[in-house]
């Protein structure tokens, strides 16, 4: 294999990058050393310079995230499965507590159990830190409902225990929305008025 092939294959290796875009990546890269650099220098910084945070399991530069470290945080603890996702609810803007990524979540058929994933250590901050409610903000799956239902046996009489809501989304037609969110929407629905 030569070492555009090479390169090619190992930008393919990405999530949502194909064998084209891979392709058109290698050659502006080429096209542009200084680009190539860029991403080198960035990509170096990352392997080196970033760890897990020691309380929540967030991406860091430190011991500790800033989450962790800013003392104005609710003591409410958002569960989420990947460093991702606290990204996404940061960007929000809404939420103020704190967070707790589990790495995963548990999966039988790929061999993930509870034991595989930062769940001991959720149960001692929650009972450590005195957490008023731990929202569980796991991926609407099997595997994210099978960890929301461990999650919520495991916390039950610790702390308040809340789960996002769910339904049918904005500009979608009910024709067209799987079962699962129908019954979440009509179990979960709000009182008007």
Do not use: W
């Amino acid at each position: 294999m030569d070492i555009i092939e090479e390169a090619i294959e190992a930008f393919s290796q990405l999530p949502g990058i194909g064998p084209k875009s891979a392709k058109r990546i290698v050659y502006s890269l080429l096209s542009s050393p200084q680009k190539g650099q860029k991403i080198e220098s960035a990509i170096e910084r990352l392997s080196k310079d970033i760890s897990f945070c020691k309380i929540c399991g967030n991406v860091t530069d430190g011991e500790v995230c800033k989450i962790c470290a800013d003392p104005s945080r609710e003591n409410v603890i958002c569960v989420v499965g990947r460093p991702l996702d606290v990204m996404s609810f940061e960007k929000t803007g809404v939420y103020r507590g704190r967070y707790h990524v589990l790495g995963g979540l548990i999966d039988p058929m790929s061999g993930v159990g509870p034991e595989d994933l930062r769940i001991r250590e959720l149960r001692e901050r929650v009972e450590k830190e005195g957490t008023k409610e731990v929202i569980l903000a796991l991926d609407s799956t099997v595997e994210g409902e099978a960890t929301s239902s461990f999650l919520s046996s495991l916390l039950r009489g610790s702390a308040k225990i809340s789960r996002l809501a769910s339904g049918v989304p904005v500009g979608s037609e009910l024709e067209y929305t799987d079962e699962l969110t129908l019954s979440r929407a009509l179990t979960d629905r709000m009182k008007e008025g």
